[in-house]
């Protein structure tokens, strides 16, 4: 069974930093794709950042150039880097994953979120 736990999440202020972990476990596909999305409160859920088994990255324009996505195999876990905070990155942050290396198809593994809190 795929279990997805995030952490790392917390209160920070604009400018500041905070780093997201992921630990994967169960998941035995070799070809997937890994992201980051977020929903703050009465918005659309928001694909952040998503990473693949060839290392592929895709960003959000919103947060390109400030957030990173990276993996580390051998320990399952994946990070989000998130750099030069703005309050507008406050919200639910989930970890999710998918079978598809093209991150196309539906995302069907879910962490439960941690929350980001960016204050001005």
């Known amino acids: 069974q795929v279990q997805l736990a995030e952490s790392g999440g917390g209160s920070v202020q604009a400018g500041g930093s905070l780093s997201l972990s992921c630990a994967a476990s169960?998941?035995?596909?070799?070809?997937?794709?890994m992201g980051w999305f977020r929903q703050a409160p009465g918005k659309e859920r928001e694909r952040v950042a998503t990473?693949?088994?060839?290392?592929?990255?895709t960003y959000a324009d919103s947060v390109k150039g400030r957030f990173t996505i990276s993996q580390d195999n051998p320990k399952n876990t994946l990070t989000l880097q998130m750099d030069s905070l703005k309050p507008e990155d406050t919200a639910m942050y989930y970890c999710?994953?998918?079978?598809?290396?093209?991150?196309?198809?539906?995302?069907?593994?879910w962490g439960q979120g941690t929350q980001v809190t960016v204050s001005s």
């Open positions: 999710a994953a998918t079978n598809d290396a093209y991150c196309r198809s539906p995302f069907n593994y």
């Open positions: 990473i693949n088994n060839y290392g592929w990255t």
């Open positions: 169960g998941y035995t596909y070799t070809r997937y794709c």
